[in-house]
């Protein structure tokens, strides 16, 4: 069975340039969350997708989006980048959403200069 | 607001040196406990989930075991391909949403 997927792997834009990652979940899997990891502030959750419909949002600012597509597949947008919004993007799915185990995918490196 | 806390930050064990990995928390309702492996560059990789005080579950030389208010995960006779970040997660029952640790950064010398 595949795993999670996320494209592409790395990716370098500049400040004030917006950027579009994407998730394909497990095959049967209807929830999607993503993260964000950086060194000093560690794994911090962005939000969570079930069944097109966004389920929790952490506490990041209104750049941060998402969408969940009737596949499963998600993509999240950031808008106006930000030197700080370097970072590891991790995509998580599991089965439903009611807490299961999340597996997760190999990450987006984004490299904002 | 859900906590949680790992110790050591570090662990230098030499070969065959069996330890232990703290992942102590604060949630108000528990709907589980997770512990994944990450290496350098990749996505945690999954290793157990516990969900209730009690509960122990074992696979290969790692061990995890849940109380009320912590996490341990044992490590017995490590090789140096157990090095890596280990992280614990705790799920609330009222949100579906996981809250990390900073991670213990395993290293295994041959």
């Known amino acids: 069975k595949a795993g999670v997927t996320q494209t592409p792997r790395y990716l370098i834009k500049t400040r004030g340039q917006q950027v579009t990652l994407s998730c394909s979940p497990i095959?049967?899997?209807?929830?999607v969350s993503w993260y964000q990891q950086t060194p000093g502030q560690g794994l911090q959750f962005l939000f969570e997708?079930?069944?097109?419909?966004?389920?929790n949002k952490g506490n990041f600012p209104g750049r941060f989006s998402g969408r969940q597509f009737s596949n499963s597949r998600s993509e999240m947008n950031v808008s106006t980048l930000e030197l700080g919004d370097s970072a590891l993007y991790l995509c998580?799915?599991?089965?439903?959403?009611?807490?299961?185990?999340?597996?997760f995918g190999p990450g987006t490196r984004l490299l904002v200069l | 607001e859900d906590q949680v806390t790992q110790s050591p930050e570090a662990l230098r064990l030499q070969e065959g040196e069996s330890s232990s990995l703290n992942c102590s928390y604060t949630?108000?309702?528990?709907?589980?406990l997770f512990w994944y492996r990450q290496d350098p560059g990749k996505g945690p990789e999954f290793l157990f989930t516990?969900?209730?005080a009690g509960e122990e579950k074992e696979k290969e030389r790692l061990k995890a075991t849940l109380t009320k208010k912590e996490s341990f995960l044992h490590i017995t006779a490590p090789k140096p391909e157990d090095s890596a970040t280990y992280l614990c997660?705790?799920?609330?029952?009222?949100?579906?949403?996981?809250?990390f640790g900073e991670g213990t950064q395993l290293t295994v010398n041959p």
């Open positions: 997708y079930f069944s097109e419909t966004q389920r």
């Open positions: 516990l969900y209730s």
């Open positions: 998580a799915s599991s089965r439903t959403a009611s807490g299961e185990t999340q597996y």
């Open positions: 949630v108000s309702g528990l709907r589980g």
């Open positions: 997660a705790v799920l609330e029952t009222s949100g579906s949403r996981l809250t």
């Open positions: 095959s049967g899997h209807r929830s």
